[in-house]
């Protein structure tokens, strides 16, 4: 046995004790600032040299399974019963619950003796009530079912019959075209009885002459409920009162076809049961179809890349002209305009977009001839385009429905940075005047438009600029409309003064035929200036016409006094394109609004109007 | 703590769980499973076989796995199912099925949580007891009851089971479900065609959403005791014994195929020939569990040169109980052939060519003919599979062949539980499920309404 000097001497070491007692002594000292890191094994601690590694492997102390705490005793448990509030019958059923905690003053036994004396607690269990669903189904009359849901080929203890199985099962038609059992025989001894009933002999003669057995097909069924639906739909909610959900479904509803459906399902059925054979080969074609297209993407890439070659960088007159060109400074610096330009395209495209999709488009877009930016491409531009790796993999198209399930949308380009929706719909509330912004928001303030939507999503803001649009287009025309009145109205002043004037004697017919002039003047001016207010029109009639007020004047401007504040500047929104078919669509709301409305213009050509913009909207 | 993850049990809120003690019980042709809800396995699961002795006091009944298995003179052992799946004898099912349940669940007298020891007594103990007194002697007074029943179960039928649970078990709430359905929920499925391959009968259950479509259900007699009878024609086409165990006394190893060398048991009152029938089908359900394999496919076992390959393959050795031993080697694939291929059945004077459309392909494809093509589709992506003898070595291999090679442009999925309770007691482990939900209270038959409505609240209710 070698002994521990030996060993010492082996390694070199000082032999003497004093050394040693230092060795000894240090050894702690150094231990102790390195910190034991817990649960990790100190022959593996020991691996990690002087510094710990900068990731704690594992400093959590090592638990697999958390320490049981004591909890103090046991717990009490009690089969508790209760009753179900979805059940009218009060079956009291037991479950295993806590035992409500003791009251602390009391001891054990006092519990125990409380536990026996008390009247057995019912607990009253709400707690799965939310699984009872009831469905809400259309329910008719009998005197609706006579006026609008007869049929010739079901009878009304079969609708009922119908009915009652789609609420037992949910809606669920396979399940209700394969239960539905509807006995005709039972129907017959009924029918008997119906007329009786409703005293309505041809409706009991119509179920009659049906043979007895009759087998209902999904869509038989379907086309059934539908149609009462839509019926019924349309009783309660007239259809132009129905909100866009309300009118999808209905549309819906009147669309089934159930010839369609069932030609639908035959050739599903025929491609479930295709052979073997046939399914093979059309794996086979599909998948040589996506080779094709997969051929056809880079076949694709590369003749663009070759045009891009081919079509030779714009001819530089400098380049052409040769070295020579670029002799003056001025040539100098286009050159290096130009080169500049170049660099800047190739940093923005380096650093843009991620790397996938959004990088590549743009590429494309830059990498085609036609496009607009080319002049400025160099070689160096092309070779980067060339470098790209082959086409993507096609990019998952969605179909509408799709995109509307789930709610994704495409842009052309997209503005950088984030913008809240509700900015938006606010943007659009607001006009280029304050007259114009205060008149959309009373508009939509009449149609009953709450200032702040409360989701604006981005179908939401399309309906309401859908929506700004149309209350726009209702601001000019009743805009068109009052200056129509009003030049009306001075006509009419025209000829009754006329008529008076006449009747009087010439004497004062010069002061007529001027004050007609002056009329005609300005109605003229407000035909050749459309653009100008109608209140502002009205304002000239007053001031230019008193005479002609006094008998206008039941007009009074009241309702409309919103905008009495003639100022021009209204008009700056107005497209002027848009003035001439305008101007047509406003003479005849004006015209059936005078004749049916009279005084409360306003008001009702709004009404009217924004009856009719919504049922656009719907439509 | 408990991190969840994917083996931990979801805590009862997440999945709307409020166990009410209920007792599942799901009969069938060889065994009655009967358990609490809520828990993996049944807990007790006792032979639907009963013995009879007759003896001068009338005819004696005796039930349990002990019982029947006892080789006493006089003992006849009988099955209170018929051969369609549908109980002929209520009489004796209901006595094996409270047997079952009175057995290993709720002893004989009603169980009381207070007193079994688990609980200390108290207060509790009293309301039960008072609540309990009016049904006291009844079997079931204290657990609501949920039973299964095959898809094609008739109306008569039904109101028998809660005419029984309700009168003579005295159960508060009663529901019934259909054993498709509730293997499906057994496999987290809601929808999907169930193939239940049992020992009386073959099932196929297309259900959508939790309800059976009726129109759909087929059934065959082709299964469990229909390979057994293969086996059985099998054995006497080659001269093999067929010796039950209670017979054997003692035995000597002997070469395969040599004669057994085993010292038999007399009897001074030989047990009847049912006894011994049902003591070699034990033997037979061995002989299907250890030996006998479904050709996996391509192809039917006779087509081309499949038996040839078969033959190729090596065989499985198995022991008769009195020595007797032999490999087996192609044989082995033709006992179980003909659930998917009828002309390859064994026949003799009693035993006929089965019908073409019994066998599984078939009543696959009929019940999806059934069904509305937009849910065909669907079905055939949740083909759950279920019942004793789909444990057959390589079933599943075959049935899916099969429901590939009929529906190539379809995704059909076969949803085969692994784990052998859960494949032989699915049915019950969905009531397991459902009868533990707390959505589910609200379905229950409740005595008050059985009072009311009568017996054909059972069609009512349970659909
Ligand atoms: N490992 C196994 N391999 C093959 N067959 C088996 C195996 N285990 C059990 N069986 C067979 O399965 C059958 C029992 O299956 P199961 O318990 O599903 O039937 P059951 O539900 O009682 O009957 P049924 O559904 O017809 O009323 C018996 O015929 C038995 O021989
Ligand atoms: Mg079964």
Request: with cysteine; glycine share 8%; aromatic share 6%.
């Amino acid at each position: 046995m070698a002994s521990g000097r030996d060993v010492r001497d082996m390694l070199g070491l000082p032999v003497s004790g004093e050394v040693q007692k230092t060795v000894v002594q240090k050894r702690p000292k150094l231990a102790a600032p390195a910190r034991r890191i817990q649960g990790v094994a100190r022959e593996v601690a020991a691996l990690y040299g002087e510094r710990p590694p900068p990731v704690a492997v594992y400093e959590e102390k090592k638990s697999y399974r958390a320490k049981r705490q004591n909890t103090g005793p046991a717990k009490r448990w009690v089969q508790q019963p209760f009753t179900n509030q979805a059940r009218t019958d009060g079956l009291v059923l037991k479950h295993w619950r806590r035992k409500p905690a003791p009251q602390p003053t009391n001891s054990e036994d006092t519990t125990m003796e409380d536990g026996e004396n008390k009247e057995p607690y019912i607990e009253n269990s709400s707690e799965f009530l939310k699984y009872n669903i009831q469905l809400d189904m259309p329910t008719f009359t009998d005197e609706e079912y006579d006026a609008h849901l007869r049929s010739d080929d079901w009878s009304r203890e079969e609708t009922d019959h119908l009915f009652q199985m789609i609420k037992d099962y949910s809606y669920r038609w396979a399940i209700i075209w394969d239960r539905y059992d509807y006995r005709p025989s039972n129907n017959n001894t009924l029918t008997v009885q119906e007329p009786a009933q409703d005293g309505d002999s041809s409706h009991a003669l119509a179920s009659l002459p049906f043979p007895p057995p009759k087998t209902r097909t999904v869509e038989d069924m379907k086309a059934r409920f539908y149609e009462i639906s839509a019926k019924l739909m349309k009783l309660r909610i007239p259809e132009v009162e129905m909100d866009a959900d309300q009118y999808a479904r209905y549309d819906m509803l009147t669309k089934f076809d159930p010839l369609l459906e069932r030609n639908r399902k035959s050739l599903a059925s025929a491609l479930m049961n295709r052979s073997m054979d046939e399914v093979k080969e059309e794996e086979f074609l599909l998948a040589e179809l996506q080779r094709i297209n997969m051929a056809a993407n880079r076949l694709d890439a590369e003749r663009a890349e070759l045009r891009a070659r081919l079509e030779a960088p714009i001819p530089n007159q400098q380049v052409a002209a040769g070295l020579q060109s670029f002799t003056s400074s001025q040539a100098l610096q286009a050159l290096f305009q130009q080169l500049f330009q170049q660099d800047r395209n190739n940093k923005k495209r380096a650093s843009g977009t991620g790397p996938a999709r959004l990088s590549l488009s743009a590429n494309d877009i830059i990498g085609t001839p036609t496009s607009a930016g080319h002049s400025l491409m160099s070689a160096a531009n092309r070779r980067q385009s060339m470098a790209q790796p082959p086409p993507p993999t096609p990019i998952r198209t969605l179909a509408p429905q799709e995109e509307y399930r789930f709610n994704v949308s495409t842009h052309d380009r997209l503005t950088s940075g984030v913008s809240f929706g509700s900015d938006k719909l606010l943007k659009m509330r607001q006009a280029k005047s304050n007259v114009q912004t205060q008149k959309i928001a009373a508009a939509l303030q009449q149609l009953g438009i709450s200032d702040i939507i409360a989701i604006p999503t981005s179908r939401v803001g399309e309906v309401f600029e859908q929506l700004v649009g149309k209350v726009g287009k209702l601001l000019d025309v009743r805009k068109v409309r009052e200056k129509e009145e009003g030049e009306c109205r001075v006509l009419e002043a025209m000829k009754a003064k006329r008529d008076g004037v006449e009747g009087a004697g010439h004497a004062e017919r010069n002061g007529g035929e001027n004050g007609e002039q002056s009329v005609l003047q300005d109605s003229r001016e407000g035909h050749e200036e459309e653009d100008e207010d109608v209140d502002a029109d009205a304002d000239e009639d007053a001031d230019g016409e008193p005479d002609a007020d006094g008998e206008a004047d039941d007009d009074a401007d009241g309702e409309a006094d919103e905008d009495a504040e003639g100022e021009d500047e209204d008009a700056e929104g107005e497209d002027e394109s848009g003035v001439p078919s305008r101007r047509g669509t406003s003479e005849a709301v004006s015209t059936r609004a005078m004749s049916n409305a009279g005084h409360k213009r306003s008001a009702s050509v709004l009404s009217q109007a924004s009856s009719k913009s919504s049922k656009r909207v719907r439509k | 703590m408990n991190i969840p993850n994917a083996s931990t049990a979801p805590s009862t809120g997440e999945y709307a769980g409020d166990e009410i003690s209920a007792i599942v019980l799901d009969p069938g042709y060889s065994t009655t499973r009967a358990g609490f809800a809520g828990e993996d396995v049944p807990k007790s699961v006792c032979p639907s076989f009963y013995g009879q002795v007759d003896s001068d006091g009338g005819p004696r009944l005796l039930f349990g796995e002990n019982a029947i298995h006892n080789p006493l003179g006089n003992l006849h052992i009988k099955n209170p199912w018929g051969s369609d799946g549908i109980v002929e004898d209520w009489e004796t099912a209901t006595k094996v099925w409270e047997y079952t349940v009175t057995s290993r669940l709720t002893g004989t007298k009603p169980g009381d949580p207070a007193k079994n020891g688990l609980n200390e007594s108290n207060g509790d103990a009293m309301e039960v007891d008072i609540e309990g007194l009016e049904n006291l002697e009844k079997p079931l007074a204290d657990s609501p009851l949920l039973m299964t029943e095959p898809g094609w179960n008739p109306t008569k039928a039904r109101e028998k089971c809660i005419e029984i649970a309700m009168e003579e078990w005295g159960t508060p709430a009663f529901f019934l479900h259909k054993t498709g359905v509730l293997a499906a929920f057994a496999s987290g499925k809601a929808s999907g065609i169930i193939i239940d391959v049992g020992a009386s009968h073959t099932s196929v259950t297309p259900v959508l959403d939790g309800m059976v479509l009726k129109k759909g259900v087929q059934k065959s007699p082709l299964a469990g005791n229909f390979v057994s009878n293969q086996i059985r024609l099998i054995f006497k086409q080659n001269d093999i014994p067929l010796t039950p165990h209670y017979m054997v006394s003692s035995k000597t190893q002997v070469d395969a195929g040599a004669p057994a060398q085993a010292a038999y048991k007399t009897f001074d009152i030989p047990p009847s020939d049912s006894f011994r029938r049902h003591e070699e089908e034990r033997v037979l359900t061995e002989f299907k569990e250890s030996v006998v394999e479904v050709w996996p496919g391509p192809g039917r076992f006779s087509n081309g040169t499949n038996e040839e390959i078969a033959k190729a393959q090596p065989g499985r050795p198995f022991e008769m109980p009195d020595g007797w031993n032999q490999v087996f080697g192609a044989e082995r694939f033709k006992v179980a052939e003909a659930l998917f291929d009828p002309g390859a059945a064994l026949t003799d004077a009693e035993s006929s060519r089965p019908k073409d459309e019994h066998c599984i392909p078939s009543l696959i494809q009929a019940a999806l003919a059934h069904v509305d093509q937009d849910q065909r589709p669907l079905l055939l992506g949740n083909i759950v599979v279920t019942g004793g003898s789909t444990l057959l070595y390589k079933f599943t291999e075959r049935l899916s062949y099969e429901v590939n090679a009929a529906y190539p442009s379809t995704r059909n999925k076969l949803i085969a539980p692994g784990p052998v309770v859960e494949r032989k007691y699915a049915a019950w482990i969905g009531g397991s499920i459902l009868a533990s939900l707390g959505s589910f209270h609200q379905l229950w038959i409740s005595k008050k309404e059985y009072e009311e409505h009568g017996v054909n609240i059972v069609e009512k209710r349970c659909r």
